[in-house]
């Protein structure tokens, strides 16, 4: 007889939280949302815990909403994180293109939400950066890294993904 999996352990009181944050965040940003246009990335690299032992593929896609031209706010989801590979992490997002540079730009990136997971669910922040490389006008590559961390655990991560601007 084939065994399903256990249902994810989620504590309400936490979550409601995080999501009040969100519509704050996003109330704060409202005067900004009529100029504000779409920007949609994905991206697929690895994650691993502390001094790179257990790597594991992991992905996310994101939608953003392009603030000015350097400055990017969102929501981000996938499939891994430092807990595991099977973790489904819903992050709040922020790029920041910093002004060196016109076709390869230096970025600073930072998340923070809540992962859904077997063992191990609660909040997730990371912070990190990489590039952003031009590759026509509406669109990019991206090369990222960053520091993530969860309660006790924490790790690296590394991913190469697709910008696109609407």
Do not use: C
């Not at 109330?27 to 779409?38: I, M, R």
């Amino acid at each position: 007889m084939a065994r399903g999996l256990p249902p994810f352990r989620i504590r309400v009181p936490e979550f409601i939280r995080f999501a009040w944050a969100g519509a704050l965040a996003i109330a704060l940003l409202s005067p900004s949302l009529s100029e504000a246009s779409l920007v949609l990335t994905g991206s697929m690299g690895s994650n691993s815990r502390e001094h790179f032992r257990g790597a594991m593929f992991a992905y996310s896609a994101a939608g953003y909403l392009k603030i000015d031209d350097m400055t990017l706010v969102g929501v981000q989801s996938g499939q891994g994180s430092v807990v595991g590979g099977d973790a489904i992490p819903l992050l709040g997002s922020a790029i920041v293109r910093l002004p060196i540079g016109r076709i390869v730009l230096p970025i600073a990136t930072g998340d923070v939400g809540y992962v859904f997971a077997d063992t191990h669910a609660g909040l997730l922040w990371r912070a990190g950066g990489g590039f952003d490389i031009r590759n026509g006008r509406h669109s990019s590559f991206l090369l990222q890294g960053a520091y993530e961390r969860q309660s006790s655990r924490a790790g690296w991560l590394g991913r190469l993904g697709l910008l696109l601007e609407f």
